[in-house]
């Protein structure tokens, strides 16, 4: 992800999620966290069909955001995104992958299921929006 996807990965955040990610919060990942891996995927007409925001920090991979624009969703893009990023972080010498998901969020939960995560714990009222608890899924790498 470079500074230049930002409009689209932002189109794509803002359709998604209650509480979007700003550009200055993804420009901060891209240019000054030293800990930051942001990736985008590519359609084959070259636009960004979906991206995710993680951290590499003490052997961990913290995946902390992943979207698929919804025209492109159910088409295998966000399994490329997540595998490829877990690829790179094992290659990058980590052993476990970390996210929190909604319970209500069973597209993803089935994703994280399918490459290898489980429920490792809950966050209670994690989601300020709707209170939510967080499920946390772990996944060794
Ligand atoms: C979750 C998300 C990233 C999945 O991306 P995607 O590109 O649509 O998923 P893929 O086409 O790569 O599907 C991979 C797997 O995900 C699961 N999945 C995807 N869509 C699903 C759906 N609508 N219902 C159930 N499982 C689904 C399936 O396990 C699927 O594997 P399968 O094809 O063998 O059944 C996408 O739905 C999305 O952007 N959702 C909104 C944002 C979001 O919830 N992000 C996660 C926050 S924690």
New binding site residues.
Partial sequence: MLPRDLPEVLAIEQA?FPIPWTHESFLHEIERNPFACNRVVRSSQGAVA?YTSAWMVDAEVRINN???GEE?????????LLRSLLDLGKTLGCTAAT?E?RPS????I??YT?LGFRESGRRKGYYTDTREDALVMKAFL
């Fill in positions: 998604t979906g992943i979207a698929v492109y969703r159910g088409l295998g893009y966000g399994e490329a996210l998901v969020n069973s597209a993803a089935s994703l399918k």
